[in-house]
C-alpha cells in the first residue's frame, strides 16, 4: 500500500513506494518489520543518548500520566515535573542562576531565543538591536526564525524572504564575526547563534579557539551568545550543555534532542540573569510567547528520568572516552579510495566524505547509505557527499567495531 505519510526532508516521489519501516528497537539496535537488526548508528536524528528501550523512562510517564497526565504552565499555572526539571537543569547549566523556557522541540527553541533576545534589548531601550548572525553552514531547525538563520542555504531557498535582519558569517573565521558587526553596528545587532560542533551542515567541530574568540567578540560588542546545544547537549559534547569544555558561559542556551534522548518531544531555552533579569525583576514584562505543552507534566517525567539514567550511567564522560575511538573507527573507513575526509574527534559524531569522482550524480550518494543500511547500519547522508554518524553514547567497543566493518562493507559494495 503506497503511504499517505509525507516524509520531513524526503523526495516523496522517490520514497512513496518504499518506506523504510521501523518496528521495534533496543540498546543501540532497531529493527524493520522482518526483524532484520541495523545499529542505529544515528541514534535517531541525534536524540537517542541513552539508547533504546529503557523501560525507566516509560514508567515515569505511565507513573506520571496515571497521576497529572497534562496540564499547562501559562500564568501562575505549574506542576511539580516541569518545576523539578527546571530546577536540575539550571542547576547543570554553564551560566549564573539560569531560568528555564521549555518549548517542544529545538526550532521552537530557536525562536523562542530569537524573540526573547529581541525583547530583551526593546525592553534595554534599545529597539533597534533586531540583527541575527548566524554562521555558514549552520542549521537552526525549520520554524520562521530557524529557517531566517539558515546557513544552509538550500533550506531557506523558495520560501521568500523569511527573515530580512538576518546575516550569516564565516564558519571558521571570528574576525568575519567582528568585521560583520562593525559593518552593520553593534547597535543594531541583537544575538549571534552558533552550533557549538556544527550538526546538519555535515558534522564539522570548531576550529581550535573559535569558539573562544566569538564569546570574548559578543562580549566585547553587547550582542548576545546563544549557544545552539540542541545536538550538542546531554551528553553528545560530553557534557551537559555542549559549550563546557571551552569553557563558554552564553547568555542563551537553546537545547532539545538528548533532554529526553527523543523518548518524547522536549526543547527549551536556559537564558542567563543577564537576559532573565529585565523579565524577572519589573512587574508587568511578560514575555508574550509560548507553546502550548510548554512545561508538559508527563514529558518533564520522561526528561527527568533520562536525566537520572545519563548521571547514573555517567554518559557524558562515557561520550568523551569513546569519541576518541568513534574518530578511529572512521579513520579506518576513510582508508578506503573513495573517501577523501573524515571529520569528528570532537562528541561523539563524524563523517566521511566521499570524492567527488566517486559521486557522479546526486542519487549515488543515497545510494551507498542504502548499501550501508543493507549492511546494518543507519547512517545519514549529509551535505551531499557525507555519511554522517552519531551513536548512542552507549555503545560499545564491538558495536563501534560493527558500525567499522559495515560502514567500510557498504561503501564498498556500492561503488
Ligand atoms: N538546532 C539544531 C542545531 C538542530 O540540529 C536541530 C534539529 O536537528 C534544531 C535546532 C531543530 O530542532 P527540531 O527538529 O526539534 O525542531
Same mark, same amino acid.
Given at each position: 500500500m503506497e503511504t499517505k505519510l509525507w516524509h520531513p526532508f524526503a523526495n516523496m516521489a522517490e520514497v512513496k513506494e518504499h518506506p523504510f519501516v521501523v518496528d521495534r528497537a533496543e540498546g543501540v539496535w532497531v529493527y524493520d518489520r522482518d526483524g532484520k537488526r541495523y545499529l542505529d548508528g544515528t541514534a535517531g536524528l541525534w536524540y537517542c543518548n541513552v539508547g533504546h528501550g529503557r523501560s525507566e523512562i516509560v514508567e %515515569? +510517564?505511565?507513573g506520571q500520566m496515571r497521576k497529572l497526565d497534562t496540564y499547562f504552565t501559562f500564568h501562575d499555572y505549574s506542576n511539580e515535573p516541569a518545576e523539578r526539571l527546571a530546577a536540575r537543569l539550571s542547576a547543570l547549566a554553564p551560566m549564573d542562576d539560569a531560568k528555564i523556557f521549555?518549548?517542544? =522541540?529545538? =526550532?521552537e527553541s530557536i525562536d523562542t531565543a530569537a524573540k526573547l533576545a529581541r525583547l530583551y534589548w526593546a525592553r534595554r531601550g534599545e529597539p533597534e538591536r533586531v540583527h541575527i548572525l548566524s554562521r555558514r553552514g549552520s542549521y537552526h531547525g525549520t520554524n520562521g526564525f530557524g529557517t531566517g538563520i539558515a546557513g544552509i542555504e538550500a533550506n531557506r531557498d523558495g520560501f521568500g524572504p523569511v527573515l530580512a535582519d538576518a546575516t /550569516? +558569517?564565516? /564558519? $571558521? $573565521?571570528? &574576525?568575519d564575526? #567582528?568585521?560583520? @558587526? &562593525? #559593518? @552593520?553596528? %553593534?547597535?543594531? +545587532? %541583537? %544575538?549571534f547563534f552558533a552550533e557549538p560542533v556544527q550538526g546538519a551542515g555535515g558534522a564539522w567541530a570548531p576550529r581550535p579557539g573559535y569558539l573562544e574568540a566569538v564569546a570574548d567578540i559578543c562580549a566585547e560588542t553587547g550582542v548576545l551568545f546563544v549557544a545552539d546545544s540542541v545536538i550538542g547537549g546531554f551528553g553528545r559534547l560530553g557534557d551537559w550543555f555542549g559549550v563546557e569544555r571551552w569553557g563558554l558561559r552564553p547568555d542563551l542556551i537553546t537545547f532539545a534532542k538528548g533532554v529526553t534522548s527523543g523518548y518524547l518531544p522536549l526543547g527549551g531555552v536556559a537564558v542567563s540573569a543577564r537576559v532573565a533579569d529585565v523579565f524577572w525583576q519589573a512587574p508587568g514584562h511578560a514575555f508574550p510567547h509560548g507553546p502550548t505543552y510548554s512545561g508538559h507534566p508527563s514529558v518533564a517525567a520522561a526528561a527527568l528520568a533520562n536525566l537520572d539514567i545519563l548521571e547514573r550511567e555517567e554518559l557524558p564522560a562515557r561520550s568523551r572516552q569513546m569519541e576518541k575511538l568513534l574518530h578511529e573507527a572512521l579513520l579506518a573507513v576513510g582508508e578506503h579510495a573513495a573517501v577523501t575526509e573524515v571529520r569528528g574527534g570532537t562528541g561523539l559524531l563524524g563523517a566521511v566524505r566521499l570524492a567527488p569522482e566517486a559521486l557522479p550524480d546526486k542519487s549515488v550518494i543515497h545510494r551507498v547509505a542504502r548499501s550501508v543500511r543493507e549492511h546494518g547500519l543507519i547512517v545519514r547522508v549529509l551535505g =551531499? $557527499?557525507?555519511l554522517v554518524v552519531s551513536p548512542p553514547l552507549t555503545i560499545t567497543d564491538e558495536e563501534l567495531d560493527f558500525l567499522r566493518a559495515s560502514m567500510t562493507a557498504g561503501i564498498e559494495a556500492a561503488l
Amino acid at each position: 500500500m503506497e503511504t499517505k505519510l509525507w516524509h520531513p526532508f524526503a523526495n516523496m516521489a522517490e520514497v512513496k513506494e518504499h518506506p523504510f519501516v521501523v518496528d521495534r528497537a533496543e540498546g543501540v539496535w532497531v529493527y524493520d518489520r522482518d526483524g532484520k537488526r541495523y545499529l542505529d548508528g544515528t541514534a535517531g536524528l541525534w536524540y537517542c543518548n541513552v539508547g533504546h528501550g529503557r523501560s525507566e523512562i516509560v514508567e %515515569a +510517564v505511565a507513573g506520571q500520566m496515571r497521576k497529572l497526565d497534562t496540564y499547562f504552565t501559562f500564568h501562575d499555572y505549574s506542576n511539580e515535573p516541569a518545576e523539578r526539571l527546571a530546577a536540575r537543569l539550571s542547576a547543570l547549566a554553564p551560566m549564573d542562576d539560569a531560568k528555564i523556557f521549555f518549548t517542544s =522541540g529545538g =526550532g521552537e527553541s530557536i525562536d523562542t531565543a530569537a524573540k526573547l533576545a529581541r525583547l530583551y534589548w526593546a525592553r534595554r531601550g534599545e529597539p533597534e538591536r533586531v540583527h541575527i548572525l548566524s554562521r555558514r553552514g549552520s542549521y537552526h531547525g525549520t520554524n520562521g526564525f530557524g529557517t531566517g538563520i539558515a546557513g544552509i542555504e538550500a533550506n531557506r531557498d523558495g520560501f521568500g524572504p523569511v527573515l530580512a535582519d538576518a546575516t /550569516r +558569517v564565516d /564558519r $571558521d $573565521d571570528p &574576525e568575519d564575526l #567582528r568585521a560583520a @558587526i &562593525e #559593518r @552593520i553596528g %553593534a547597535g543594531k +545587532v %541583537a %544575538a549571534f547563534f552558533a552550533e557549538p560542533v556544527q550538526g546538519a551542515g555535515g558534522a564539522w567541530a570548531p576550529r581550535p579557539g573559535y569558539l573562544e574568540a566569538v564569546a570574548d567578540i559578543c562580549a566585547e560588542t553587547g550582542v548576545l551568545f546563544v549557544a545552539d546545544s540542541v545536538i550538542g547537549g546531554f551528553g553528545r559534547l560530553g557534557d551537559w550543555f555542549g559549550v563546557e569544555r571551552w569553557g563558554l558561559r552564553p547568555d542563551l542556551i537553546t537545547f532539545a534532542k538528548g533532554v529526553t534522548s527523543g523518548y518524547l518531544p522536549l526543547g527549551g531555552v536556559a537564558v542567563s540573569a543577564r537576559v532573565a533579569d529585565v523579565f524577572w525583576q519589573a512587574p508587568g514584562h511578560a514575555f508574550p510567547h509560548g507553546p502550548t505543552y510548554s512545561g508538559h507534566p508527563s514529558v518533564a517525567a520522561a526528561a527527568l528520568a533520562n536525566l537520572d539514567i545519563l548521571e547514573r550511567e555517567e554518559l557524558p564522560a562515557r561520550s568523551r572516552q569513546m569519541e576518541k575511538l568513534l574518530h578511529e573507527a572512521l579513520l579506518a573507513v576513510g582508508e578506503h579510495a573513495a573517501v577523501t575526509e573524515v571529520r569528528g574527534g570532537t562528541g561523539l559524531l563524524g563523517a566521511v566524505r566521499l570524492a567527488p569522482e566517486a559521486l557522479p550524480d546526486k542519487s549515488v550518494i543515497h545510494r551507498v547509505a542504502r548499501s550501508v543500511r543493507e549492511h546494518g547500519l543507519i547512517v545519514r547522508v549529509l551535505g =551531499g $557527499d557525507s555519511l554522517v554518524v552519531s551513536p548512542p553514547l552507549t555503545i560499545t567497543d564491538e558495536e563501534l567495531d560493527f558500525l567499522r566493518a559495515s560502514m567500510t562493507a557498504g561503501i564498498e559494495a556500492a561503488l
